[in-house]
């Protein structure tokens, strides 16, 4: 009974990890290496650090909280034997979503903004933005299939810096046997109106839920496929390593 209700609690957490706007308290600590960018074949360590805080309003209504906090170590990408390391920007979104989903289907909106946090030049956009975030998504059975959507504007900073007028996309499928292991397929794309400019990762990923004593943790890993980029951040190869630290409820 207990191996019964262990496994439908795994399959639960499953489940929510694959909704970006379930109620659940995580925090995702995600590592992504490149390398090979630009023509003088770089290479960039990210660390995002990704608390996800759900809040109760209503009876109805929640709001999620996600904020991405990037810590950067990276080589030959500003120049020949040039090293960057520190913060850099930090993105924070608010989604409301309903607490009740229909035929499996949830949606959350809100805002998205941009904290100038980058503690060396060459890691920030040295401009405040904000503008609006949306997610929907369904899920069905174990599969999960949906999509992330934020716009970002400055609208102050340093005035010598290129404004920001930003897009993000991130469709994602996933689906989750009931062990908790599952697979994800998620393209991450970037368009920059104001610099023309388009960058596209896909993004395979593999996962899995397991326990130390009390604490629920998901590991992924997976390959960075950079698919389109501008000839000076293109990456040749990529590699994506998560854990995530679970707090249900």
């Known amino acids: 009974m207990n191996t019964l209700f262990a496994q439908n609690e795994t399959e639960e957490l499953a489940k929510k990890l694959a909704n970006p706007i379930a109620s659940l308290i995580s925090l995702p600590l995600q590592n992504n290496i490149d390398y090979g960018i630009g023509n003088l074949k770089g290479s960039r360590y990210t660390l995002n650090i990704q608390p996800v805080i759900p809040m109760s309003l209503s009876s109805e209504w929640n709001v999620i909280t996600r904020v991405i906090v990037p810590i950067v170590s990276q080589y030959n990408i500003s120049g020949m034997g040039n090293h960057e390391s520190g913060l850099s920007d930090v993105v924070a979104s608010a989604f409301f979503s309903p607490k009740n989903s229909k035929n499996g289907f949830t949606w959350g909106a809100g805002p998205v903004v941009l904290l100038p946090t980058g503690s060396n030049d060459f890691l920030t956009a040295k401009k405040f933005g904000v503008g609006p975030t949306v997610v929907a998504l ?55 109106w104001s610099n023309k400019t388009t960058t596209l990762y896909f993004e395979p990923v593999f996962s899995a839920i397991t326990a130390f004593g009390k604490q629920k943790i998901s590991f992924a890993v997976g390959p960075r496929i950079n698919i389109s980029a501008p000839d000076y951040t293109e990456s040749r190869f990529g590699l994506r390593a998560s854990m995530v630290l679970l707090f249900p409820k």
């Open 138 to 192: 369904k899920q069905m059975g174990g599969w999960t299939y949906g999509a992330l959507i934020n716009q970002i504007w400055s609208v102050s900073g340093d005035e010598k810096r290129p404004d920001v007028n930003q897009m993000y996309v991130n469709p994602f499928v996933s689906f989750n046997w009931k062990s908790g292991a599952g697979v994800t397929a998620q393209l991450e794309w970037t368009e920059s």
